[in-house]
C-alpha cells in the first residue's frame, strides 16, 4: 500500500515541466512594403499569388513538363525526405520512452561449488532454471521524457518544412535556368539573323570595292563585323548548352539524356500581388522551419534542468525459477517483485535503484544547462535573421520587377528606334552618301539594343520567378 502511495504521488508530480514557456521572439513587422507600389508594365497581366503550382501561371507547357520531372527525379529533394524521415524515426525513439522496457528473460544452468571452503554449502552441485517478464520504468516527474517528445517533434516539423524549402528552391531554380535558356534562344535567333545580314553585307562591299567604289578597309570591316556576330552567336550556344545542363540535372537525367529544342518564344509576363507583410511568416517554410526549431531548443532547456532533480525508476519482475525443469511452470516456482529494486536473479541484469540524484559531476549537468540556453539564443537570431532576409528578397524581386519594367518600355523604343537608323544608314552607304564605318555603327548599335532588350524580358521572367519564392511559393507544410 506504500509502494501504491509513492507511486500515485509520483505520477502525479509528472505534470511539471521546467521548460520556459514558450513565446514567438519578437520581431518588427512593417505595415507594408516598401517597394509595394503602383507600377505597370508592357503587356498588364494580373495574377495573384496562390497556393499549388505556381509555374502554370506562365503558361507554358514545356515547363509544366520539367517541374513534374523535377517533383519525382531531383536528389536534392529526395534527400530533404531522407531527413524528415530521418526526424521522424528519433520522434518515436523520443516517444518510446513514454512506455515501460519489458524484457523477456530466460536462463539455465548447472553449477558445483567447492567443498574446500570455510562455508560449504549443504548441496554443492544444483541446478537453476529461469523464466521471467522484467519491466524498467522511468517515472517522468519533471518533464525530461515529455520535453524531448516536443523538442523531437519540433525537429520533424521543421524537418517537413525544410522538404517545402528545399521544393521551392528547386522549382524556382528550374523556373530561372529555363527562362534564362529561353533568352538564349531569342539572342541566339537574332544573332543568325545578324550573321545572315552581315555576310550579305559585306558580299555588298565586296562589290563595291570591286567596282572601286568601296576602299579595302570598308571589306576588313565588314569581315572583322561579321565573324564578330559569329562568335557572339557560339558564345551564346555555349552559355545555351549549359543552362541545358543545368535543368537535367535538376531534373535527375545525365546531360547525355537530355535536350530543350530551340523555338521562338513569347514570354507571358506576369504580375504578382503580394501579400502583406506579416503573411509572409506564415507563407515561408524556411521561416516556419527557423521558429520550430526554436521551439525544439526551449524544450531542450526543459531537459537540461530536469537533471538537476532526481530520477525515478520503477522495477518489476515476474517469472517462475526451480532447480528442475518438470515443476518450473508451477505455482511454487512462481517468483515476482516490484519496488525500488528487484531480485538479481529474476532481473538477471543486476538491481535498479528507484531514485537516482547526481552529487557531484564536476559541473557537467551546468556545462550542459549554459550550452542548451545558448543554443536557444543562437536559434533564436537565426529566425530573426531569416524573417529580415525574408523582408529583403521581397523587397528585392519588387523593385527588380518594378525597374525592370521600365527598362522594358524604354529598351524597347530604343530598339524600334535603332532599327529605323540602320534602315537609314543602308539607304544612305548604297547611295553612296557615307563611309562603312557610318553603317557598322548603326548596325552594332541595333544588334545590342535587341540584345539587350531579349536580356531585360529573361531578367524581368526571373525577378518574377524570385518574387514568388521571397514569398513562400504554393507549398503544403506537413505536420
Not at 41 to 62: E, S
Not at 146 to 173: G, H, P, Y
Not at 275 to 296: G, K, Y
Not at 436 to 445: E, H, K, R
Request: glycine content about 4%; some cysteine; aromatic content about 8%.
Amino acid at each position: 500500500m506504500r509502494w501504491v502511495c509513492v507511486m500515485l504521488c509520483l505520477i502525479v508530480c509528472s505534470s511539471c515541466s521546467l521548460a520556459p514557456r514558450y513565446h514567438r521572439p519578437a520581431l518588427y513587422i512593417p505595415y507594408t512594403y516598401k517597394e509595394n507600389v503602383k507600377w505597370s508594365r508592357a503587356k498588364p497581366h494580373l495574377t495573384t499569388l496562390a497556393r499549388g503550382p505556381w509555374w502554370k501561371m506562365y503558361h507554358d507547357p514545356v515547363l509544366n513538363q520539367l517541374e513534374a520531372q523535377l517533383h519525382c527525379d531531383n536528389q536534392n529533394i529526395k534527400i530533404a525526405l531522407a531527413r524528415f524521415q530521418q526526424a521522424r524515426a528519433a520522434l518515436n525513439v523520443a516517444k518510446a520512452a513514454y512506455f515501460p522496457t519489458i524484457l523477456a528473460v530466460g536462463n539455465a544452468f548447472r553449477q558445483q561449488t567447492s567443498g574446500n571452503v570455510a562455508n560449504k554449502v549443504p548441496a554443492p552441485l544444483f541446478s537453476d532454471n529461469l523464466l521471467s517478464l522484467n519491466l524498467q520504468y522511468e517515472i517522468d516527474v519533471w518533464g525530461r521524457i515529455r520535453n524531448q517528445v516536443l523538442a523531437a517533434r519540433d525537429v520533424a516539423k521543421a524537418s517537413a518544412a525544410d522538404i517545402a524549402t528545399i521544393t521551392l528552391s528547386m522549382e524556382t531554380e528550374l523556373a530561372s535556368d529555363y527562362f534564362m535558356l529561353r533568352g538564349d534562344d531569342a539572342a541566339c535567333h537574332v544573332l543568325d539573323q545578324t550573321v545572315i545580314a552581315y555576310q550579305k553585307a559585306l558580299d555588298l562591299t565586296l562589290r563595291r570595292f570591286k567596282g572601286g567604289v568601296s576602299p579595302i578597309a570598308d571589306v576588313d570591316q565588314a569581315k572583322n563585323q561579321l565573324e564578330t556576330a559569329k562568335t557572339a552567336a557560339a558564345d551564346m550556344r555555349l552559355r545555351r548548352a549549359q543552362l541545358e545542363h543545368a535543368i537535367a540535372n535538376l531534373i535527375g537525367k545525365p546531360p547525355a539524356m537530355f535536350s530543350i529544342l530551340a523555338k521562338k518564344y513569347k514570354p507571358h509576363l506576369v504580375t504578382i500581388a503580394p501579400d502583406l507583410p506579416s503573411t509572409l511568416l506564415e507563407r515561408r517554410p524556411d521561416i516556419a522551419s527557423a521558429e520550430l526549431l526554436v521551439q525544439s531548443a526551449n524544450a531542450n532547456i526543459g531537459v537540461a534542468r530536469a537533471a538537476f532533480f532526481p530520477a525515478f525508476n520503477l522495477s518489476a519482475g515476474i517469472g517462475f525459477e526451480s532447480s528442475m525443469l518438470s515443476n518450473l511452470l508451477r505455482m511454487p516456482s512462481l517468483v515476482w517483485s516490484i519496488g525500488p529494486t528487484t531480485s538479481s536473479a529474476l532481473l538477471n541484469n543486476g538491481s535498479m535503484p528507484l531514485i537516482t540524484q547526481t552529487v557531484f559531476d564536476g559541473g557537467r549537468i551546468s556545462a550542459l544547462t549554459d550550452d542548451a540556453y545558448a543554443k536557444y539564443v543562437e536559434h533564436v537570431a537565426a529566425y530573426r535573421q531569416t524573417v529580415l532576409t525574408a523582408y529583403q528578397e521581397v523587397e528585392d524581386s519588387l523593385v527588380a520587377l518594378r525597374q525592370l519594367d521600365k527598362e522594358h518600355h524604354t529598351q524597347t523604343a530604343a530598339t524600334r528606334a535603332a532599327n529605323q537608323a540602320l534602315v537609314q544608314a543602308l539607304y544612305r552607304y548604297k547611295g553612296g552618301l557615307t563611309t562603312y564605318l557610318d553603317v557598322v555603327v548603326v548596325q552594332n548599335i541595333a544588334l545590342q539594343t535587341e540584345l539587350n532588350n531579349i536580356d531585360i524580358i529573361a531578367r524581368r521572367q526571373v525577378a518574377s520567378v524570385q518574387l514568388i519564392k521571397a514569398l513562400g511559393g504554393g507549398f503544403t507544410f506537413v505536420c
